[in-house]
């Protein structure tokens, strides 16, 4: 596509659900990326992806964070027993690489009551 | 100390009046930067990227000072249009993640 497309734009879940939140790239782009926005803060790492390289997992909060990246394109960011500090956006971005910047989606708009 | 440390405003500024932000960065090593833009609720959207000899888009001049360390944006003429919070980003390495600042929020007021 166009560009990067994010999938539900808005989640609702109950505390102690899982959610999964889905990443389409800009064809083409080796690196994606994942970031989380709390309200009012600024953008935290999350989780990387480069070509067929190990993912950069350094920004996982947590091991009920997970994200997996399918046939090098499209990702998934799962949250497993989410509690309310989870509530956040999150987003997503891909770049052929890091030094031409990246192009994010729209995000997904977590909210866990 | 923060990777990427900018001063969070607002800045309160009347059209047409020229505005400047600084940001700075601890890691020596970074190779790349940009200004990113974000309106409120919306995703954060490059404004431009900053090279080593200093570049202009526009109302737009961005620079960078290698030694000290810092990344300055300089916006001419400021537009309604150009109220937003903008974003100092460094890159580390050719293909790495890129680390970004909390923003500086602008608000130009007629």
């Known amino acids: 596509g166009a560009g990067v497309s994010q999938s539900p734009s808005n989640k609702v879940t109950e505390k102690g659900k899982d959610v999964e939140l889905r990443c389409d790239p800009i064809?083409?782009?080796?690196?994606l990326y994942w970031y989380r926005q709390s309200l009012g803060q600024g953008l935290e790492f999350l989780i990387y992806f480069q070509g067929n390289s190990a993912p950069d997992k350094s920004g996982l909060p947590s091991d009920r964070f997970s994200a997996e990246r399918t046939g090098g394109s499209v990702s998934t960011l799962t949250i497993q027993r989410t509690q309310q500090e989870d509530s956040a956006v999150y987003l997503c971005a891909s770049s052929l690489s890091g030094v031409y910047g990246y192009t994010f989606g729209s995000g997904t708009r977590l909210t866990v009551v | 100390r923060k990777e990427v440390e900018q001063d969070p405003g607002p800045f309160n500024v009347p059209e047409g009046a020229t505005v400047a932000f600084n940001c700075t960065y601890s890691n020596s090593a970074s190779q790349s930067f940009f200004w990113y833009r974000q309106d409120c609720r919306k995703e954060p959207k490059l404004l431009m990227s900053v090279y080593s000899s200093g570049n202009e888009d526009g109302r737009f001049t961005a620079q960078l000072n290698r030694a000290s360390q810092y990344i300055s944006l300089l916006i001419r003429d400021s537009k309604l249009s150009d109220s937003a919070t903008y974003l100092c980003v460094v890159g580390t390495g050719t293909a790495s993640k890129l680390t970004f600042g909390t923003g500086t929020r602008l608000q130009v007021t007629l």
């Open positions: 064809s083409g782009h080796t690196a």
